[in-house]
């Protein structure tokens, strides 16, 4: 089986390398999603069976300065995944890793079937680039919510904002399995519990702080990212 991994290089793209040994995995530097030749001239050389397109535009901040990027990275380079396939090779199964953040975060345990209203500009992108997806007939949408397994990246964790984590070596098991199955359109990854990102960032941090969204400025966050589903089984988080 050919597959592709774009966005190798990331959280989730290297434990997902590590599930698939032998796909093809260019890194940013020498593939641009952005790049329609480069894109094309990739499609047009191998065929491949399976692309899971995790390359994305990723910080909320950052997305909200620099709409243009955001857009350009997170829906022109997913539609410019989109087009190949449907150009060079239609029965490709494209798989394409969303976010919980689709989601308003005023409610909670979001399913495949909750309406999404996104809070921010990175998330209003990554639901633009669903809708992109869906152009595929064999398409997944994964929405989900992880951090890698490592010491936390910041001081403070948020004792406020909620989600059914999971760490992204279990996503990219998760992904692995989902493709394997025979389910298509969108389905939810998720861990079996809902805790604070506090909580979370406990787990492998024991000095973080507590913090709380008043203790934070920038662009509106999800405060509720729990997801729950509806179409396929729940991950510990271990
Ligand atoms: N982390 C989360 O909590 C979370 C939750 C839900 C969904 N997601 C989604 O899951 C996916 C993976 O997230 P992640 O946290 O693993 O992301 P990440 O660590 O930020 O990695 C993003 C990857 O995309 C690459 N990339 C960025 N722009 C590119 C471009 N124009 N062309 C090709 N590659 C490009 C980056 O390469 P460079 O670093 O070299 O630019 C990097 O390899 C994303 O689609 C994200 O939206 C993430």
């Known amino acids: 089986m050919t597959v592709l991994i774009t966005g190798v290089t990331g959280v989730l793209g290297s434990e997902l390398k590590k599930l698939f040994p032998n796909s093809i995995s260019p890194e940013h530097k020498d593939f641009d999603i952005c790049d329609k030749n480069q894109v094309n001239a990739l499609f047009n050389k191998e065929k491949f069976d399976l692309v899971i397109h995790t390359a994305a535009y990723t910080t909320v901040r950052g997305c909200e300065e620099n709409k243009e990027l955001a857009m350009k990275v997170n829906v022109e380079g997913t539609k410019n995944l989109v087009n190949a396939i449907l150009k060079f090779s239609p029965n490709t199964k494209f798989v394409y890793i969303s976010t919980a953040c689709v989601f308003d975060g005023h409610s909670e ?120 589903t509806i179409r396929w089984k729940k991950y510990s988080l271990d």
């Open 109 to 228: 345990m979001y399913t495949e079937s909750s309406i999404p209203y996104p809070e921010n500009f990175y998330a209003l992108t990554k639901l633009l680039g669903e809708y992109e997806t869906q152009k595929i007939s064999n398409h997944i949408i994964l929405r989900t919510n992880f951090v890698g397994k490592k010491k936390w990246p910041y001081p403070g964790a948020f004792t406020d904002r909620f989600g059914t984590y999971i760490f992204a070596d279990k996503v990219a098991y998760g992904i692995k399995e989902i493709c394997e199955s025979n389910l298509e359109g969108i389905v939810h990854i998720v861990g079996d519990k809902k805790i604070s990102m506090f909580d979370l960032a406990k787990i492998t941090t024991s000095d973080v702080k507590p913090i709380t969204i008043n203790d934070y400025s920038g662009p509106k966050l999800t405060m509720d990212m729990s997801l729950d």
